[in-house]
């Protein structure tokens, strides 16, 4: 069982366009609405990969309250932390003729002292009884940035961090199993430019040293390392038309819970992670995946 915890989740909205131009009226020819934000997207993937799941966040207001039927309706266990503020609504629009994807975010609402105290405590019951904790997304003001030390610091589960800044740094000494940044979120939480193959090796030997057990490094469309054992694995995903990019991350953490928990090694769960996070950016819909369509997009073994 795979446990995804996180505090910002969100509603998402999708609007495709055959072209939009600013300023203008802008007729969407598709709208899709869903539950959304890093850790439903993970949680949701998971479920559509086959994986044993169950979800721990927040919800409020009238969102909150579609979220809680979406997730039903899927057949995922969860567990929901009523909170006093209003989920939050993300627009996403999709330029289709010039390919190009805008996020409009609405920044997570504030979550009271009782509240977060609640889910701390409602974390660490769930996570006894799980094989890996998935923790996912930003932190809510209200929330302090050592919320997810708090939370690895109740439990021995093993945990994939999928999170950035301050809140990263806070864990890397509690050996977190894998973490997860992009380059640009690298460089943010070490404060280093990286312009080098070399240096981007160098980068994550100076983070290993901190604590984590593997590390893995993604550059958008592009390839992505794995650095754990004092080894180093390039992956190169299988080149498609994209569609629709949001989620991908989160897919691709769910994808590597999902084989790890399956018995996989950390390679090899990292390939069928990024098998998942392709199939996700070739459909419109968010989290539009199914198990045997990450296998079809496999990328080939690390060299």
């Not at 390679?267 to 198990?291: H, Q, Y």
Request: glycine letters at 8%.
């Amino acid at each position: 069982m795979i446990l995804f915890s996180g505090l910002s989740p969100s509603w998402q909205k999708i609007y495709a366009f055959d072209r939009f131009d600013l300023g203008a009226v802008n007729r969407a020819k598709e709208a899709i609405q869903c539950p959304s934000g890093k850790v439903l997207n993970s949680v949701i993937a998971g479920k559509r990969l086959e994986g044993e799941v169950k979800v721990l966040t927040t919800i409020g207001g009238p969102l909150g309250r579609a979220t809680r039927e979406s997730l039903l309706e899927l057949d995922i266990k969860s567990e929901f932390i009523e909170v006093q503020s209003p989920t939050r609504l993300c627009t996403t629009i999709v330029d289709q003729e010039n390919n190009v994807t805008t996020e409009l975010v609405q920044n997570a609402p504030e979550i009271t002292e009782e509240e977060f105290q609640e889910y701390c405590n409602v974390y660490s019951e769930l996570v006894k009884d799980c094989q890996y904790a998935v923790l996912l997304g930003s932190l809510p003001p209200g929330a302090p940035t050592d919320t997810y030390k708090l939370l690895m610091q109740s439990s021995d589960t093993p945990v994939i961090a999928d999170f950035r800044g301050p809140e990263l740094l806070e864990i890397l000494s509690l050996k977190p199993l894998l973490i997860k940044p992009n380059l640009q979120e690298l460089e943010m939480t070490i404060n280093f430019k990286i312009e080098s193959k070399s240096k981007l090796i160098d980068a994550l030997k100076a983070m290993s040293s901190l604590g984590p057990q593997w590390i893995l490094i993604s550059e958008g469309a592009g390839p992505l390392t794995l650095y754990g054992e004092g080894e180093v694995f390039q992956f190169t995903p299988k080149k498609v038309q994209e569609v629709n990019p949001i989620g991908s991350g989160d897919t691709l953490s769910a994808g590597i819970a999902v084989g790890l928990d399956e018995g996989k090694n950390m390679v090899e769960a990292v390939r069928f992670g990024i098998g998942a996070a392709t199939a996700n950016v070739v459909s419109l819909k968010l989290i539009d995946i199914t198990r045997s369509k990450a296998l079809h997009y496999l990328p080939a073994s690390p060299n």
